[in-house]
């Protein structure tokens, strides 16, 4: 039973979710990564129903490449430092 489970759309789609609800409790572009993943993972299974080690390999790949696509959108410029010239206290 546990095998059909990893095949189920909706299921990527809830968990693309939690994920994204996570990202938003816990910043840093890590979860977000993981969320779109799942979510492209869970439309993919509306066309096609691979196995599960072709799932998770596609699962692992998508994530890897939404994480470094938002690495590159969202970094500093190279060679830049965030600074902070208010003090929120002061």
């Known amino acids: 039973m546990t095998g059909a489970l ?5 299921l990527w789609l809830a968990g ?7 990202e938003m409790l816990l910043p840093g572009f890590i979860f977000l ?6 979510a492209l993972t869970g439309l993919l299974l509306l066309a096609v129903a691979p196995s599960l080690p072709v799932l998770l390999l596609i699962f692992a790949a998508l994530s890897l490449a939404a994480w470094l696509i938002l690495r590159r959108t969202f970094a500093l410029p190279h060679g830049q430092v965030k600074r902070f010239k208010d003090d929120i206290n002061g």
């Open 16 to 22: 693309a979710l939690v994920l994204g609800v996570v």
């Open 6 to 10: 990893w095949s189920v759309w909706w």
């Open 33 to 38: 990564g993981f969320a779109i993943g799942a």
